[in-house]
């Protein structure tokens, strides 16, 4: 059974409009990521939080704005839908506190901007 | 700042050949270093890690040693399988804080 799951798998969304994906784990991790993998770069650090708090957050566009409704709870509201964010976003999750701690990742949501 | 490059976007080899990624990194501190694997319309998932005992961690018949002489973590597999080929990625991190720095990955392709 997956410990990350994300919702949706596959997402086309029109230019302009507003989607929310969606991550739960069920890993008893305190702290979560959003990443981002295009052709453009590989895979792209988005955001960190931990025990709900915004620990990290190298996204330059404010229309990016994670949400954690819960503590295994990590979602991801984009506004104002540009094709160039046509990627894969992966969710994942670690245990806090050290640096060398494995970082799991959810399958992932695909997502199209027509 | 704290980075990871990986210098060969994509590697091709035949069956049965060694393996060896390359990947170095600059770092304030003393990072922990790993690999991550990412096979085709799949997730990434951990290969392997640096120990702080400077332990050569081994998996699936990869391993790598990291020498902070040269900030280098490669990685090496003496036998290359089918199965091997996918997206590999070098990561940082450092002891403060959980957020991993990502290389711009290696792709492994692998004939028969």
């Known amino acids: 059974d997956p410990k990350i799951i994300q919702k949706p798998k596959y997402l086309v969304a029109v230019t302009g409009s507003e989607k929310i994906l969606i991550c739960e784990q069920y890993?008893?991790?305190?702290?979560m990521y959003w990443y981002r993998q295009s052709a453009k770069k590989p895979l792209e650090f988005m955001f960190s939080?931990?025990?709900?708090?915004?620990?990290d957050n190298q996204t330059a566009s404010s229309r990016f704005q994670p949400q954690s409704s819960k503590k295994n709870h990590l979602d991801l509201q984009i506004t104002a839908l540009k094709p160039d964010d046509s990627a894969t976003y992966f969710c994942a999750s670690s245990q806090e506190g050290q640096g060398n701690t494995e970082v799991f990742f959810g399958k992932g949501t695909r997502l199209t901007v027509v | 700042g704290d980075s990871v490059t990986q210098t060969e976007g994509l590697v091709t080899l035949t069956e049965g050949l060694p393996v060896m990624l390359n990947c170095t990194y600059q770092?304030?501190?003393?990072?922990?270093l790993f690999w991550y694997v990412q096979h085709l319309n799949e997730a990434p998932k951990l290969l392997l890690k640096?120990?702080?005992?400077?332990k050569r961690p081994e998996h699936q018949g990869f391993h790598a040693t990291l020498h902070k002489s040269s900030s280098s973590f490669h990685l090496q597999k003496s036998s290359a399988q089918l199965s091997d080929s996918a997206l590999y990625y070098c990561a940082l991190s450092e002891w403060s804080n959980n957020r991993i720095f990502f290389g711009d990955g290696t792709q492994l392709v692998v004939k028969p």
């Open positions: 939080y931990s025990y709900q708090k915004l620990m």
């Open positions: 640096s120990f702080t005992d400077n």
């Open positions: 770092s304030t501190y003393s990072p922990f």
């Open positions: 890993l008893g991790h305190n702290a």
